[in-house]
């Protein structure tokens, strides 16, 4: 009850749940020649550089644990060891296997497989690095300058980056699977090979399409950073409940007490959720550009278009 | 600090998520730039071809199987025929002895009949010539000893002449008792 309360108050000393959530500057961008630079080395850039890290020495060190060994080793030589490496292991071989691979088929899902499971762990490890209070543990030792903290999936400059590098795989995929022609014949849904009378339609579906190309990686952009942002927002917000309820309850009572368990218990279920969107989010992300991907191929894929809307419909719909 | 204070503060100093910031983007860029080149090259090689090999040696392991079950499987049936087959050469040659001795058997009944046969005919003959010795014998015996009752009886001498009608009475009285 008084680590909560305690927590709360520091949630409360930042002024509001968004002061605890968007980006704001690290101690190193006091640095005098950092700040010469411009207006780098704020939280969420700190947050980036060290997932990035993180992110490359984890994939690096589960990638030996995987990595087939010696003859010498026997069978033994296709185990792999290690709990970091196995779960890595049983999420890339599920996402491979029975998400991708259904989508995209075996030899897109080998050509795309590199760049669609760096973004996924990539925004994993920013999201999960999200969820430790960091900045919390600064406050508590009296701290009042940051050295690193915040979700930097949560700011839509890094979202909008990331669904950047998502709009030119999709784009670059589109232009080598279709070509010019292709791809504009597909951002006309094929009517210029239809009926004549169906020509007057083109300029608006060629329209529709044409945003749609751009209107795709934004919503992804969008979606992440609105759901990271959302949730840690609400998160603060609950947990700066019983602090608020100080103000209006004498602190020892029966409501106070009440509001500050109510608020406990519901913050550790939030906070589970959020595991539980950290994964996700990163999941849909990565999904929905290999479905953007399997779109903008050739005809033959065509025909399961209607399936990979399903899929996406009831993505979008969980999401 | 009231509530009402902290609230209207909050509103004041609120920032904007939103807010673009280039420095940030561009680190984005940079940092997830590098780490996805690192990772093409370094990283997902290395698993997915762990987990290619991992998949290549299990079907591998699946197909020997397979293999070991198929030739298991030859060669019960082999072993079947060939059992079959034994069994089947085994049935001809216990018909083949049982005719053989099905036929020795006969023979030797035969040839032991046959040599009965004739060791019965023999012993018949020989049976027939030591009575007609022996009745020779009887004849000649009984002719002397008849001669020399009658001698005595009729104190005289008989002549060869009378001798002969004796034995003749004689003998045909001995066929006329079965003699």
New interface residues.
């Given amino acids: 009850m008084r680590g909560s309360l305690v927590l709360s108050n520091l949630l409360?000393a930042a002024?509001?749940p968004?002061?605890h959530?968007?980006?704001g500057e690290s101690v190193w961008s006091t640095i005098s020649w950092v700040g010469e630079i411009?207006?780098?080395a704020?939280l969420?850039?700190v947050m980036?550089?060290i997932?990035?890290v993180v992110?490359?020495l984890g994939?690096?060190f589960?990638?030996?644990r995987?990595?087939?060994g010696s003859e010498s080793q026997g069978?033994e030589r296709?185990v792999?060891r290690g709990r970091l490496a196995q779960l890595?292991?049983v999420m890339?071989?599920y996402l491979r296997d029975e998400m991708i691979q259904p989508i995209l088929g075996e030899k897109q899902t080998?050509r795309w497989?590199?760049?669609l499971?760096?973004?996924f762990f990539?925004i994993l490890v920013l999201n999960l690095m999200g969820m430790l209070p960091l900045q919390d543990l600064h406050h508590f030792f009296g701290l009042h300058h940051f050295l690193l903290g915040g979700t930097?999936t949560?700011?839509?400059?890094?979202t909008?980056?990331?669904a950047?590098?998502a709009f030119v795989a999709i784009q670059f995929h589109s232009f080598r699977e279709l070509g010019i022609i292709g791809w504009l014949d597909h951002l006309t849904c094929g009517l210029l090979k239809g009926p004549k009378g169906l020509l007057l339609v083109v300029p608006i579906v060629f329209a529709v399409e044409f945003a749609g190309v751009f209107i795709k990686p934004v919503a992804l952009a969008i979606r992440l950073?609105a759901n990271m942002?959302g949730g840690h927002i609400l998160l603060a917000t609950i947990i700066m409940l019983p602090s608020?309820a100080q103000?209006?309850l004498e602190p020892g009572s029966g409501a106070w007490f009440g509001v500050s368990i109510a608020t406990g218990a519901f913050a550790v279920a939030l906070t589970v959720l959020e595991l539980f969107v950290a994964f996700l989010q990163a999941f849909v992300f990565m999904f929905l550009t290999a479905v953007f991907i399997s779109l903008m191929s050739h005809e033959e894929h065509e025909h399961e278009d209607h399936a990979v809307d399903e899929v996406v419909a009831e993505v979008a719909a969980v999401h | 600090m009231?509530?009402a204070f902290?609230l209207a503060?909050?509103?004041g100093?609120?920032?904007d998520?939103?807010k673009?910031?280039?420095?940030?983007?561009g680190?984005?860029?940079l940092?997830?730039g590098?780490?996805?080149a690192?990772?093409?090259v370094?990283?997902?090689p290395?698993?997915?071809?762990?987990?290619d090999?991992?998949n290549d040696?299990i079907l591998g392991e699946i197909k020997a199987a397979e293999d070991a079950r198929a030739r298991a499987s030859e060669a019960l049936a082999e072993y079947e025929q060939s059992l079959a087959k034994a069994r089947e050469q085994a049935q001809q040659t216990i018909a083949e002895a049982k005719a053989e001795a099905q036929r020795l058997g006969d023979e030797m009944k035969a040839s032991n009949e046959r040599e009965l046969a004739e060791r019965m005919a023999r012993a018949k003959a020989d049976i027939e010539s030591a009575r007609r010795a022996a009745v020779a014998d009887i004849h000649a015996n009984a002719s002397e000893l008849a001669a020399a009752v009658a001698s005595r009886i009729l104190k005289r001498e008989i002549n060869s002449a009378d001798q002969a009608d004796l034995v003749r009475d004689a003998l045909g009285e001995l066929d006329g008792a079965g003699v």
């Fill in positions: 409360l002024d509001s968004l002061g959530v968007i980006n411009g207006d780098v704020s969420h850039e980036l550089v997932g990035g992110l490359v994939l690096f589960a990638a030996s995987i990595r087939t069978n296709y792999t890595v292991e890339v071989v080998r497989l590199p760049f499971f760096s973004i990539f930097a949560a700011n839509i400059n890094v909008a980056t990331l950047l590098f950073f942002l608020m103000l209006g | 009231s509530f902290l503060a909050a509103d100093a609120a920032p998520p939103m673009l910031n280039l420095w940030v983007a680190t984005a860029l940092v997830f590098i780490a996805f690192i990772l093409y370094k990283v997902w290395v698993i997915t071809k762990g987990l090999d991992r040696k």
